[in-house]
T-cell receptor
């Protein structure tokens, strides 16, 4: 069964303190791994798609990487506006998408 | 473009009542989907559609019906509401046809008493 586990559940960082969020997955036939950002009371916002091990994508202070078993979302020199819940999802052989429970990031000024 | 719109934003139902959550998109996206989000659980796929006239079940379809008569609209029907259906519901559509690259609506918060 497809499964996604995100860690840590919550992370508090000082502004400028870089860190990484983890997404471990089990899926038969990975067709894509996706990162989303979700602000309180809003729908998720798409960030990145990764298709194969070794692939990397960057956007501003965020960089997503992928191995055969996990993905990392690296946040470099975060700012308070980066505070949000970050969701990871995988698509296996079907059109289904399986989401993790997310990492709630708080960046303190 | 308005993107993905959902109505209502909030709804309270009594057990056994039925209702329809509305979802519309004006981006001409073929792929649309419905998710529910519960505390401590990830977003879970209820139903999805790859085009007008085509729908399929996701991970948690029981108690919900969908139809897709047009590209723009994808309503979700609760047949007989139960307290277990208390949740936040999100509709989404995909510009690429890939389920993972989706625009999400703002959500509907549903409480069933």
């Amino acid at each position: 069964e497809d499964q996604v586990t995100q860690s840590p559940e919550a992370l508090r960082l000082q502004e400028g303190e870089s860190s990484s969020l983890n997404c471990s997955y089990t899926v038969s036939g990975l067709r894509g791994l996706f990162w989303y950002r979700q602000d309180p009371g809003k729908g998720p916002e798409f960030l990145f798609t990764l298709y194969s091990a070794g692939e990397e994508k960057e956007k501003e202070r965020l960089k997503a990487t992928l191995t055969k078993k996990e993905s990392f979302l690296h946040i470099t020199a975060p700012k308070p506006e980066d505070s949000a819940t970050y969701l990871c999802a995988v698509q296996g052989g079907a059109n289904n998408l399986f989401f993790g429970t997310g990492t709630r990031l708080t960046v303190i000024p | 473009n308005a993107g993905v719109t959902q109505t209502p934003k909030f709804q309270v139902l009594k057990t056994g009542q039925s209702m329809t959550l509305q979802c519309a998109q004006d981006m001409n996206h073929e792929y649309m989907s419905w998710y529910r989000q519960d505390p401590g659980m990830g977003l879970r796929l209820i139903h999805y559609s790859v085009g007008a006239g085509i729908t399929d079940q996701g991970e948690v379809p029981n108690g919900y019906n969908v139809s897709r008569s047009t590209t723009e609209d994808f309503p979700l029907r609760l047949l007989s509401a139960a307290p277990s259906q208390t949740s936040v519901y999100f509709c989404a559509s995909s510009y690429s046809g890939t389920p993972g690259e989706q625009y999400f609506g703002p959500g509907t918060r549903l409480t069933v008493t």
